[in-house]
């Protein structure tokens, strides 16, 4: 018991250094976002009057003299109740909302890409290291070569291939507007029209680490008693690279995606970015170039958790499945 | 304005090429047949999606002034020309300026079928000067309704300057509804309710979508649907506009002469209307340090910078003449005051003036071609944003002129929040910027906002817009009493925009560039009635409230 409390502490000091990061880090960026809010407003053409100054720092409370030491507090406090503050680029709107509206585009998009980018490096992983020796090896150097290229640079070159000269995915963002967002077939559709490239892209950049990784391990495998006890006692080969080899395998690479879910909260800003979708890491951008700290701090709230609690269960899982590694040294 | 909202990200401007060859579709073209025809598409420069935001008062709302919610009168600030009535028909000042009286249009109604009376623009002004959040106008006045037609407006000193911002950008709500809403700065207003040409049908995240009200005491608009489209943040305004998404856009696109054979259907309208700077900080007595605050150096750097090229270079010849004592030229050009030495800032450089300047301050010109003073080498920062391209070219273009003056420009370039920052705290030497207007056609705003005393501070305390620093008795007191005259009294105003006018030549806390103009691209082959240079009847640009609700009010679709 004493060692599920010890992580289970060990975590909670890690969320208050988390928390605490946040806060400071984020306060030592250069701007506020009052004058941010000014700048916007004289490049559309705003007079600049000093009374529209005032009225901006009063309502987002950037005027107080208040010490860092007791914002610190105050924030901790609201956030022990669930409030993540108002969110200062699109004020008035709370960030919890900006973040409920972006978040379920980055779970499913990365979420589903993660997914698919794992099961078929695996399998292919199998194959590859079962077979070695064949023409299949050339997966290896050929899926890490894609893995290698710059991601932006690979997504903009599919994106001019498929969705430019080609025509068969839209370009950009995440639906089409004509559409009303909701539980309907042409909506999940169109949904799913324009997530398939963005996906695609994240596999394709991301098989070859997972491939590469379970072949080695199948190569390993490949070569331990049990696996020429079975081959020896004349099963067939399909069943003793699954069963046999595979089974044992795999489990390095399944911590391993255990500990990327945790990651696909934060979804791949540049992703998002290439494609116009409407998911997380627009969101954390929008934050960042307009000073918005209560959005910043939310997005990164909740990928620190995400990235926690991915880990605690993980931690949980292994201690339960391996005596070993709950045993003090 | 053009010259900034032109600047994107530098991230973006990578990622456009591709968009730029690969000509988007879709998004909201799936519409076919008359109502498509009738429906205006504009993009106001949201990149990303929407956040629901229709209150007027709120620095993040989407739309909705002029279009929902309208103003009493309407000042067109490209041209000093009588306010034109809106929800009032007519106004009158006492003769010290304190007492406003307004006669408002009968037979208005909100578009929820609530009549619209004096009481609705009591309680709004009266919720303005309350709820110090929401009061960007710095309205102090008290309103009371005289009658269902008349409101009577007392202020506590001469307000004359004031009227622009009460009458025509204080946006009337209705009471019945808004005094229900207790924090009128936080609510989002879902579903707004005004008296203004349009309601609205319907919201997404990524567009919503404006309908005609058939109520409008100004009779239905003949545009019957507007649509404003938020574009996906890599795409920018010139590749909507080639795959004719969007019938309306304000900001430049590669080529800007070229615009009507670019992108047929279309046409481009240049208005010139931020005066561009080099910004000093000019003022020692208020902990400026550097060259810059000897008056000497910044005239000697206006003097050796060549205007006819810079405006090719950085700004594809759209910028125009600017007045070293900044009136806005054209729109404010019968204000130029003639006692300046030079009422246009001279094209061509004139280097053996500028030398001569630096000259009489001290400097000598040392082995490496640069002035130096007490073995100092004059050297200047400018910082700029990081992405702004036209500025930035004006930059390297001016460190080039101005390098056989003998004078060395760095130029700095940061973040745009760094930029911003330091702007308002005074941390820096120059800086590249643009002056904005105020709420009508008049350079008292001007003036007062970069020029006066109250609208700076110390450096390291937060000035806006008195960026500069500059502060000069003179020009305070001419300020002062300028407050206190009817702005259509132009000969007594006059003398007292002389002194400012020729102060600021003289000291030149602001180094003039050119006039930098904004420009928009309009759907001519669709819409027609689109403001012209012959018939500015609004600033064409879609972002400027209320002008963009004139603009659509007048515009007829093609054909019909």
Redesign the interface.
């Known amino acids: 018991m004493s060692y599920y409390l010890r992580k289970l502490a060990f975590y909670l000091v890690a969320l208050w250094a988390a928390l605490t990061l946040d806060f400071f880090i984020l306060r030592l960026?250069?701007?506020?976002p009052v004058?941010?809010?000014?700048?916007k407003?004289?490049?559309?053409?705003?007079?600049?009057?000093?009374?529209?100054?005032?009225?901006?720092e009063?309502?987002l409370g950037t005027h107080s003299d208040e010490p860092l030491w007791s914002q610190y507090v105050s924030y901790l406090d609201r956030l022990r109740h669930g409030d993540l503050g108002?969110?200062v680029?699109?004020?008035?709107?709370k960030v919890s909302d900006?973040i409920a509206?972006?978040l379920p585009w980055t779970l499913v998009l990365v979420g589903i890409a993660t997914l698919l980018s794992f099961v078929l490096g695996v399998g292919l992983g199998v194959i590859v290291g079962w077979k070695r020796g064949t023409w299949l090896d050339a997966l290896v150097p050929g899926t890490t070569v894609l893995a290698a290229v710059p991601y932006f640079w690979l997504a903009?070159l599919l994106?001019?291939l498929l969705?430019?000269?080609l025509?068969w995915f839209?370009?950009?963002?995440?639906?089409?507007?004509?559409l009303?967002?909701g539980w309907n077939a042409d909506f999940i559709g169109s949904a799913v029209y324009h997530g398939t490239l963005p996906a695609l892209t994240i596999v394709v950049s991301s098989v070859g680490g997972w491939l590469l990784g379970m072949r080695n391990m199948m190569v390993s495998t490949g070569s331990e008693d049990y696996v020429l006890t079975a081959q020896a006692k004349g099963l067939r080969d399909g069943r003793v690279m699954l069963r046999y080899a595979a089974r044992n395998a795999v489990l390095p690479s399944v911590a391993g995606f255990a500990i990327s879910l945790g990651f696909v909260v934060s979804g791949s800003i540049v992703t998002?970015?290439?494609?116009?979708y409407?998911g997380i890491g627009?969101k954390l951008l929008?934050a960042v170039?307009n000073?918005d700290y209560a959005l910043m701090q939310g997005i990164f709230l909740i990928i620190t958790v995400a990235v926690l609690g991915a880990n605690l269960v993980i931690d949980l899982l292994y201690g339960l499945i391996d005596a070993r590694t709950r045993a003090r040294a | 304005?053009s010259v900034?909202?032109s600047r994107r990200?530098v991230?973006g401007a990578v990622?456009t090429a591709?968009?730029a060859?690969?000509l988007?579709?879709?998004?909201?073209s799936?519409?076919s047949g008359s109502a498509a025809d009738r429906t205006l598409v504009s993009y106001t420069?949201q990149?990303?999606?929407y956040?629901?935001?229709f209150n007027p008062f709120?620095?993040?709302t989407m739309e909705g002034p002029g279009t929902i919610f309208e103003p009493l009168f309407f000042y067109n600030i490209t041209q000093d020309a009588k306010p034109v009535p809106l929800l009032g028909t007519d106004f009158a000042w006492n003769a010290d300026g304190t007492r406003l009286l307004v006669t408002l249009r009968p037979n208005v109604k909100f578009s929820d079928g609530t009549p619209f009376t004096a009481q609705d623009v009591a309680f709004t002004l009266d919720m303005v000067a309350k709820n110090?959040?929401?009061?960007?106008?710095?309205y102090d006045g008290e309103a009371v309704a005289t009658d269902d037609t008349h409101v009577r407006i007392t202020f506590p000193k001469p307000a004359f300057m004031q009227g622009p911002?009460v009458l025509g950008?204080t946006f009337i709500v209705p009471r019945h509804l808004w005094s229900k809403i207790p924090d009128p700065?936080?609510?989002?207003i879902a579903q707004p309710v005004g008296t203004g040409p349009f309601v609205l049908e319907e919201f997404?995240?990524?567009?919503f979508t404006f309908k005609a009200n058939p109520g409008y005491w100004g009779g239905e608009p003949a545009v019957k649907r507007i649509r404003y489209?938020a574009?996906?943040?890599?795409?920018s305004g010139a590749d909507a506009l080639a795959g004719k998404q969007i019938d309306w856009q304000t900001g430049p696109v590669p080529d800007i002469k070229d615009v009507a054979k670019n992108y047929p259907g279309y046409q481009a309208i240049t208005i010139p209307?931020n005066q561009m700077n080099l910004t000093a900080c000019s003022n020692a007595a208020l902990g400026c340090a550097g060259p810059q605050t000897d008056p000497a150096v910044r005239k000697a750097i206006h003097y050796a910078i060549n205007r006819t090229q810079l405006n090719s270079l950085a700004f594809e010849d759209t910028a125009s003449d600017i007045s070293p004592g900044f009136t806005l030229l054209g729109r404010d050009a019968k204000y130029v005051s003639p006692k300046l030495q030079e009422k246009l800032a001279p094209k061509a450089p004139d280097l053996a003036r500028s030398a001569g300047l630096l000259l009489g301050a001290g400097y000598a010109k040392g082995p490496d071609g640069l002035f130096a003073k007490d073995g100092k080498p004059l050297e200047l920062t400018v910082q700029v944003p990081s992405g702004w391209t036209d500025y930035i070219t004006a930059i390297t273009t001016m460190t080039q002129q101005l390098q056989p003056a003998g004078i060395k420009l760095l130029a700095q370039q940061v973040?745009?929040?760094?930029w911003?920052?330091a702007?308002?705290r005074g941390r820096f030497q120059l800086l590249i910027d643009a002056?904005?207007?105020?709420?009508s056609a008049d350079p008292f705003?001007d003036y007062n906002?970069?020029f006066s005393t109250?609208?700076t501070a110390k450096v390291g305390e937060?000035a806006?817009?008195n960026y500069s620093r500059y502060s000069n008795p003179e020009v305070d007191a001419a300020l002062n009493a300028v407050k206190g005259i009817d702005s259509t009294e132009a000969a007594k105003r006059q003398p007292y925009f002389d002194v400012v006018q020729t102060r600021v030549e003289q000291d030149m806390p602001y180094i003039p560039i050119l006039t930098g103009g904004?420009t928009s691209e309009y759907h001519s082959d669709k819409f027609t009635g689109w403001p012209a240079k012959d018939n500015l009847y609004a600033?064409p640009?879609v972002?400027?409230r209320p002008d963009q609700a004139q603009i659509y009010k007048t515009l007829k679709p093609v054909g019909r």
Request: include cysteine; charge should be negative.
């Open positions: 960026l250069p701007g506020n004058d941010v809010l000014l700048a407003l004289a490049q559309r053409g705003g007079a600049p009057d000093p009374s529209v100054r005032r009225a901006y009063l309502l108002v969110s680029s699109v004020f008035p709107a900006v509206q972006a903009l994106a001019a969705a430019g000269a025509g839209p370009l950009l963002g995440g639906y089409d507007v004509a009303d967002p998002e970015q290439v494609f116009a409407p627009s929008q170039q000073n | 304005m900034q909202s990200r991230c990622l591709v968009a060859t690969t988007v579709t879709g998004c909201g799936s519409e420069g990149s990303g999606d956040q629901i935001n709120s620095s993040s110090k959040t929401i009061n960007t106008t710095g911002q950008k700065a936080n609510d989002v997404k995240p990524q567009a489209l574009l996906a943040g890599n795409q209307m973040s745009y929040n760094e911003a920052d702007r308002v002056m904005n207007q105020g709420p705003y906002y970069y109250e609208t937060s806006y817009p904004t600033f640009a972002w400027s």
